[in-house]
């Protein structure tokens, strides 16, 4: 596509309901990465997947915390039993590869709010 | 630990002035230096960017210098327009990361009027 796709754009969820978020990358780009962007914290790396290596998972804030990318492509973010400080914008980026010259492009991101 | 430091907004303006928004940064090592812009309803871009010290990055009319002495990059525009109202904000990644890491400072909200 054009851009880096997200789905749902918002979404509302129940306290301890699992939910799953959808990123769908430039294509053609190796590396996706997913960002939390909450009131309390900012923007904060969650995870990265670069082609068929293991990714990076060391910002995900606990074990409900999970992703996974088929394909090489698209991505899903899960939140198993969600709590009310997940309430955030999750985003995804995606770039031509994992390197520190690359741009990454950002989607519109995914507002969650955990009632 | 690595963190990067922005002023607080929401900065307001009226049209043509001078903006500065400001930014400092802590890390271990020697960071790439980013300044991203979110406009209403759209996702974070890339504005400009500077990977050493001395270093400009510039797109659009704004600038920012890559200061290790003061571990500062500063952004600056010198007439800004009601079409950059928008959060701009302020990043840095780590070579030892090996991957485009950011972290981000909590953003900066530019109003400007007409």
């Known amino acids: 596509g054009a851009g880096v796709s997200q789905s749902p754009s918002n979404k509302v969820t129940e306290k301890g309901k699992d939910v799953e978020l959808r990123c769908d990358p430039i294509?053609?780009?190796?590396?996706l990465y997913w960002y939390r962007q909450s009131l309390g914290q900012g923007l904060e790396f969650l995870i990265y997947?670069?082609?068929?290596?293991?990714?990076?998972k060391s910002g995900l804030p606990s074990d409900r915390f999970s992703a996974e990318r088929t394909g090489g492509s698209v991505s899903t973010l899960t939140i198993q039993r969600t709590q009310q400080e997940d309430s955030a914008v999750y985003l995804c980026?995606?770039?031509?590869?994992?390197?520190?010259?690359?741009?990454?492009?950002f989607g519109q991101g995914t507002r969650l709010t955990v009632v | 630990g690595n963190s990067v430091t922005q002023m607080e907004g929401p900065v307001t303006l009226s049209e043509e002035a001078f903006l500065t928004i400001n930014c400092t940064y802590t890390?271990?090592?020697?960071?790439?230096l980013f300044w991203y812009v979110q406009y209403p309803g759209e996702g974070l871009q890339l504005l400009l960017k500077?990977?050493?010290?001395?270093d400009k990055g510039s797109n659009k009319g704004f600038e920012a210098t890559y200061r290790k002495e003061t571990t500062s990059f500063h952004l600056e525009k010198g007439s800004v327009q009601v079409s950059d109202s928008a959060v701009y904000f302020c990043?840095?990644?780590?070579?030892?990361?090996?991957?485009?890491?950011?972290?981000f400072g909590t953003g900066t909200r530019l109003l400007v009027s007409p």
């Open positions: 990043a840095l990644t780590l070579p030892n990361t090996g991957f485009q890491k950011l972290v």
């Open positions: 500077a990977t050493k010290a001395d």
């Open positions: 890390a271990t090592g020697y960071p790439s």
């Open positions: 980026a995606s770039s031509s590869s994992g390197g520190l010259r690359t741009e990454a492009f």
């Open positions: 294509s053609g780009h190796t590396a």
């Open positions: 997947f670069q082609g068929n290596s293991a990714p990076d």
